[in-house]
């Protein structure tokens, strides 16, 4: 499987569902076990819902497989985030879902391609615990 990439967009809340099974179904094409495609396809769906709140366009999602991992690509418009955030207080009503990714992703990377951000994340194909 080494050399598949598989790649799609998305730019309105009414693609989410058809992003969703994108992830899930790739990334299990990929070799990930169900249990860890369903965490990326939460983390997926997480950065594309920001997208969709906090900028103008849609963004691009893309999938691969790399020194044992499952490598996702979600690039968009939007500005640099940070990495590192403490989870946010039960009752706050924003700012958990990247606080979500970091913690559901065995790597988690933010930078800029173009004049996009890219969040990269990664997910062991062979995972312990």
Same mark, same amino acid.
């Given at each position: 499987m080494?050399?598949?990439?598989?790649?799609?967009?998305?730019?309105?809340?009414?693609?989410? %569902?058809? /992003?969703?099974?994108?992830? *899930?179904?790739?990334? %299990?094409?990929?070799?990930?076990?169900?249990?860890?495609?369903?965490?990326?396809?939460?983390?997926?769906?997480?950065?594309?819902t920001?997208? /969709?709140?906090?900028?103008? !366009?849609?963004? =691009?999602?893309?999938?691969?497989?790399?020194? !044992? *991992?499952?490598?996702?690509?979600?690039?968009?418009?939007?500005?640099?985030?940070?990495?590192? *955030?403490?989870?946010?207080?039960?009752?706050?009503?924003?700012g958990?879902?990247? %606080?979500?990714?970091?913690?559901?992703? &065995?790597?988690?990377?933010v &930078?800029? %391609?173009?004049?996009? =951000? *890219?969040v990269?994340?990664?997910?062991?194909?062979?995972?312990?615990?």
């Amino acid at each position: 499987m080494s050399g598949q990439s598989f790649q799609t967009t998305y730019s309105e809340p009414g693609d989410l %569902a058809k /992003l969703r099974e994108f992830v *899930r179904g790739h990334a %299990a094409a990929l070799g990930l076990p169900d249990e860890r495609a369903e965490l990326l396809t939460l983390a997926v769906s997480e950065l594309a819902t920001n997208t /969709l709140q906090h900028t103008a !366009g849609g963004g =691009t999602v893309r999938l691969w497989t790399s020194g !044992g *991992r499952v490598i996702c690509d979600v690039t968009d418009g939007g500005a640099i985030r940070s990495l590192g *955030r403490p989870m946010p207080a039960a009752d706050a009503l924003r700012g958990r879902g990247l %606080a979500i990714v970091e913690r559901i992703c &065995d790597e988690v990377a933010v &930078d800029t %391609a173009g004049d996009n =951000t *890219r969040v990269r994340l990664a997910l062991d194909l062979d995972h312990a615990g």
